[in-house]
Nanobody, 128 residues
Framework: VQLQASGGGLVQAGGALRLSCAAS????????MGWFRQNPGQEREFVAAINWNGSHTYYVVSVKGRFTIPRDNAKRTVYLQLNDLKPEDTAVYYCAAASTPSRSGSILFIRADQYPYWGPGTQVTVSS
């Protein structure tokens, strides 16, 4: 599966952005999807994950209540809605895909090394 993220930009603190990650290749609904972010010199940080049919999601504590990760399998796209943005949310954001480990959604991957497919990142900059 090939992934292409878009939607990054410059926004003031308290603002919102919606990132999109469009997939091509194999059937999109075979994959769980994740979003990660990274700043220079730092490790790639897990942000959110969603299972193959959208029934289960998981968020890092720092974004819970502000970010959501919906997906539209018909459009082969996963989104990351970023609300109430803070300067510490500034990073390059990456989407990633992994063959779903559980059709029930009881397992969601949160480590970068669990995702074999990655798209190029999109920069999000939040000014104070």
């Amino acid at each position: 599966v090939q992934l292409q993220a878009s939607g990054g930009g410059l926004v003031q603190a308290g603002g919102a952005l919606r990132l999109s990650c469009a997939a091509s290749g194999r059937t999109f609904s075979l994959y769980d999807m994740g979003w990660f972010r990274q700043n220079p010199g730092q490790e790639r940080e897990f942000v959110a994950a969603i299972n193959w049919n959208g029934s289960h999601t998981y968020y890092v504590v720092s974004v819970k209540g502000r970010f959501t990760i919906p997906r539209d399998n018909a459009k082969r796209t996963v989104y990351l809605q970023l609300n109430d943005l803070k300067p510490e949310d500034t990073a390059v954001y990456y989407c990633a895909a992994a063959s779903t480990p559980s059709r029930s959604g009881s397992i969601l991957f949160i480590r970068a090394d669990q995702y074999p497919y990655w798209g190029p990142g999109t920069q999000v900059t939040v000014s104070s």
